[in-house]
């Protein structure tokens, strides 16, 4: 099928020269075409540009192209949503109530709820009650424009368990629109059968789980929970140490409720990103910034658990390459809305409204390595495209709290269209 995009208020293409993760002022260089197009044919784009430059280019194909009409619009490449642990038993809304009335989320979690009640109700629900309650959430994913999600595993911490999770996000990537990216992440927490073992649990993961992950390909990235009273900086070295070993890419949990040196580490062991920061110190993010880690940022858990966001301002002047994501979890942030969680980013770590459209499609992109085929629209990439009913990017934030998608293209696929799942 060839379809062209035409007559689109802006095309944010994102289209630079930067081989890999935006930093600094690259992160507001969004290249914006006034009147522009974008031509697609099967899955990939063939170009963008304006429409009379794509007629004298590829007159062939624009005669026999579908036309999508983009008047009063604006087209942008699909989001990625490079962080959740979209797969999952169950709710935790009786723990939220619990925090509006004094509890933390770390009480909470040492009483045994937390991420213990959810790997209680994903234990006992079947793989195919999973599934469908996560295809039920990605479909609310694609209608706010994500066409990429991670899945973070964790919620098991048995082997059974964790691979059940596992094998419900292969299938979904196999049959839902969005492309889902699995996360091994065995060392979520430590399950209460090991509390007083920790270190034997640590062993389970790297001898028992680790080695099974990637004999069977069940995931790309290892993550770590390295927090106070969950995994030490030194445990999670270990495991992330052992996944690499195995040709699972680190990623990292870090500094996200107490400062622990997550940062520093996730620079040392050389991890493709590190998640929260909330609490990462100054010199951690000096680390980051010399090591090129990305940070992915969630500010929907700061919200949520009403804690201090983390430095966006301050990560992007040093020269981190910066993501932002929902962390779409039960617990901390139960959101399936990336274009929200965008607009925290503007209000509260200060970013402006070119990065946070960096942090949510290429540098998100390049979090899951992913860089070269998705997050800007440029020929040859796979035709991951939105169009949103505002007039200008300025108004995707200026109109805060609503979902502005209007059509999603998936892999050169209208999927998406006046709002409505197809
Ligand atoms: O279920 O609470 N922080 N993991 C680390 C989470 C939040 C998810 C949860
Ligand atoms: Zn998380």
Redesign the pocket.
Known sequence: MTILIKNANEVITLKNAVQGPRIKEQMRDIAVIEKGSVLIEGERIVAVGTYEQLAQEFPSLVDVAKVIDATGKIVMPGLVDCHT?LV?GGT?EQEFNMRLNGST?MDI?NAGG??HA?TKRTRETSFDALYEKTMQHLDVFLKHGVTTVEAKS??GLDWETEKKQLEVAKKLQDTHAVDVVSTFMGA??VPREYKGHEDEFVDVVIREMLPKVAELKLAEFNDV?C?KG?FTPAQSRRILEAGKALGLTPKI?AD??EPYNGAELAAEVGAISAE?LLVASDEGIQSMAKAGTIAVLLPG?AFFLRAPFARGRLMIDEGVPVAIST?F?????PTMSLPFIMNLACMHMGMTLEEVLTATTINAAYALNRGHEIGTLEAGKQADIVLLDVANYKQLQYFYGMNHTHTVIKSGRVVVRDSILL
Do not use: K, Q
């Open positions: 642990h999952h935790r989320y979690m937390g991420i959810t964790g919620y979520h927490a929970f927090e969950v949990h996200e409720i929260h858990t962390d979890n039960p617990g901390s942030s």
